[in-house]
């Protein structure tokens, strides 16, 4: 495809004596473990903040750029993200703009008219993994102009990273054997950890959704899948689409398998809650006026011990001033994390099922409509980006409350997914394919006579497969798997901020007596402990621009 918007734009025209100095100074060597969206805008902002650049990019997989979520490798074109054009954070263009500069053949691919491209579109996950891997090899080539040598290394894992006194040692693993490099910075770009394709034998278990490609039924055509979210709508649209397709009928979207007998997938949670479909917001978002960083800031200099508490205050006199209504609704005596998750999700229990689900899709349709804003959701929405900025300073104890109570509100209110994926859902459960349980304390998976048995709530059901469709959790740093990187670590929960830390230093590894090695860690699943919301691209984007700032 073709983009008519140069790379250039990234690199100013600078004096020549300028641009002498940058290309007669020593570059500094620097290696990105991971090569997804966390590493494009890692070096994009290196680009723009560092002097002279000799970078290496270590990717697992066959491509760089896209990363799992987006690789055309592990999703099928039907699987959609959750993100519109408008909130991508840009690279070198915009995603809109990038769309409606596409070859028509690219165009013709996705089903996309040129001329009704907008910013509120949502795109299928592989067309982000374009847009990426797109985006990657022009930043390296504006890059090479500009004097700087990035190379990439695909299908190469980095087998360990040793820091040393004069730097930092990389051990990788390819085609070509064991080999090891030496740089000044190290920066951990790692996404999402799975057992892609891990299969048990003599079972159906699947421990991912990923790559969607290696799901298959057996001859019962069932499958069980654990996770309601949209790690669960994409193995359930992987496998309609594999068995089946959507049909168009006007302006209803039907199921039709391709054999007589009807697929039985089931969807199961502990809450058997379906995100709501995407709602209508203004973009940009509107500052709070209450809850705020600077409000927070001041509560904060009141000491750590009941920070939280000062802080759930605040965020109830936002919510109070926003949408009066839905807080009297919620009926709360004490506005503690742990009522406000109750009462939050009980309100949630009262929308479940495929009659309600429907009446959520029709009513953000509606709202998109008449540009109609709910406002608890708005509210919810933009709260929970401030606070992303206070969790890195709470204690140990509060940490706690807010991953247990509050992660899961926050989750649910703003993790909203496409109208298209929801009249999926619909459609498949009127061709009698679908349905969805909430396991409570009582449901339970028992395996045996190679097959899956969900008991506890009624009669029991048999499954042929199982997938787990949970998404990633969240890991140590020791499940990273570098060793000696780990035996250096010198605090564990590092990622823990302190007042008065300079932001420059909040992804740096630290290391006992290992100065020279300068280490930062924006791997995905190690940050979710202390930054629970950085899955997004957006956070990505913000994490990769303080470490490139850093080094």
Aim: proline share 5%.
């Amino acid at each position: 495809m073709s983009i008519t918007r140069s790379s250039a734009l990234i690199y100013p025209n600078h004096a020549q004596a300028t641009m002498h100095q940058t290309l007669t100074r020593k570059a500094t060597k620097i290696a990105i473990v991971g090569g997804g969206p966390t590493a494009v805008y890692t070096l994009k902002n290196l680009l723009l903040n560092s002097g002279r650049l000799d970078i290496e990019i270590f990717e697992a997989g066959k491509v760089a750029g896209c990363g799992i979520p987006y690789s055309e490798d592990h999703n099928s074109p039907e699987m959609m993200a959750n993100i519109t054009s408008i909130e991508i954070p840009p690279v070198l263009v915009s995603l809109a703009d990038w769309v409606r500069a596409a070859d028509a053949a690219f165009l013709r691919r996705f089903g996309i008219d040129r001329e009704s491209v907008g910013d509120r579109d949502f795109y299928p996950r592989i067309l982000l993994g374009a847009y990426y891997i797109d985006q990657l090899g022009k930043l390296i080539d504006g890059a090479k102009t500009a004097g700087h040598s990035v190379r990439i290394r695909t299908e190469t894992r980095v087998a360990d990273i040793e820091p040393q006194k004069d730097g930092t040692r990389v051990k990788t693993q390819s085609r070509s054997g064991l080999h090891e490099h030496q740089f000044d910075t190290v920066i951990l770009a790692t996404g999402h950890l799975t057992d892609l394709g891990y299969q048990p034998r003599n079972t159906r278990l699947y421990r991912s959704p990923y790559p969607s490609q290696s799901l298959a039924l057996g001859k019962d055509r069932s499958a069980l899948i654990l996770g309601s979210s949209l790690s669960g709508i994409d193995a359930i649209v992987a496998l309609a689409t594999r068995y089946g397709k959507f049909v168009e009928n006007g302006a209803t979207l039907d199921y039709e398998p391709r054999a007589s007998a009807p697929l039985k997938l089931v969807m199961a949670s502990r809450k058997g809650i379906v995100p709501d479909a995407d709602f209508f917001y203004p973009i940009p978002e509107e500052p709070l006026l209450i809850f705020t960083p600077a409000r927070l800031e001041a509560l904060q200099a009141a000491g750590k011990t009941g920070f939280l508490s000062r802080a759930m205050k605040l965020f109830k006199a936002q919510l109070a001033s926003d949408d009066p209504q839905f807080l009297k609704t919620l009926a709360l005596k004490r506005f503690t994390p742990e009522g406000f998750a109750r009462a939050y999700f009980e309100m949630r229990r009262d929308r479940q099922g495929f009659a309600a689900i429907r009446r959520n899709l029709e009513e953000s349709k509606r709202n998109y409509r008449d540009r109609n804003v709910v406002m608890w959701r708005y509210m919810l929405m933009r709260a929970h980006e401030v606070f992303s900025d206070i969790v890195p300073f709470l204690d140990g104890k509060d940490l706690a409350h807010f991953r247990q109570h509050l992660v899961p509100v926050f989750a649910d209110a703003y993790g909203c997914i496409p109208h298209k994926s929801i009249e999926r859902l619909l459609a498949l459960h009127r061709a009698g394919c679908l349905d969805v349980v909430a396991l409570g304390d009582t449901g339970k998976i028992v395996y045996g006579s190679g097959a899956f048995k969900l008991v506890g709530l009624g009669n029991p059901q048999t499954f042929g497969t199982l997938i787990d469709a949970r998404g990633q959790e969240m890991v140590t740093f020791s499940e990273l798997g570098f060793e000696k990187l780990d035996d250096a670590l010198d605090v564990e929960d590092f990622l823990k901020r302190n007042d008065g830390e300079a932001d420059e230093h909040q992804f740096r590894v630290p290391l006992r007596g290992q100065a020279s090695s300068d280490i930062f860690c924006l791997s995905i699943p190690v940050m979710m402990r202390r930054y629970p919301f950085a899955q997004g691209l957006v956070a990505c984007a913000d994490a990769a621009k303080l470490v490139a700032e850093a080094v």
